[in-house]
Nanobody
Framework: QVQLVESGGGLVQPGGSLRLSCEASGPLVTASAIGWFRQVPGKEREGISCIGHPEGTPYYSDSVKGRFTISRDSAKNKVYLKRDSVKSEDTVVYYC????????????????????WGQGTQVTVSS
């Protein structure tokens, strides 16, 4: 069973930096694609960034491209999502998801989602 645990959420001041971590554990974790998703209440879940293994070219949704950066530290089984200059619209619950059998990180983010999910981490941007 793959387990995913997010951390790094909380209260962030506008203009500050945010780094979320997703730690994966369990079998085949090194082969899995990992993605970050968010869901605004009343809207559909959005896959904002996904990264494979080996990393290759990550996928970013149009809504976050140029503003968020995903990275992977395979030695630590962690995937990070970084955002500088956070804004109020970044206030949302962020979920980490893993997919063991994958062919495209874009497909994972846009269509399939993950096979395994973390519990989510709330980010609140406020002064």
């Amino acid at each position: 069973q793959v387990q995913l645990v997010e951390s790094g959420g909380g209260l962030v001041q506008p203009g500050g930096s945010l780094r979320l971590s997703c730690e994966a554990s369990g079998p085949l974790v090194t082969a899995s694609a990992i993605g970050w998703f968010r869901q605004v209440p009343g809207k559909e879940r959005e896959g904002i960034s996904c990264i494979g293994h080996p990393e290759g070219t990550p996928y970013y949704s149009d809504s976050v491209k140029g503003r968020f950066t995903i990275s992977r530290d395979s030695a630590k089984n962690k995937v990070y999502l970084k955002r500088d200059s956070v804004k109020s619209e970044d206030t949302v619950v962020y979920y980490c998801a893993g997919k063991l059998f994958w062919t495209s990180v874009e497909t994972m983010c846009v269509k399939d989602g993950g096979e395994y999910w973390g519990q989510g981490t709330q980010v609140t941007v406020s002064s």
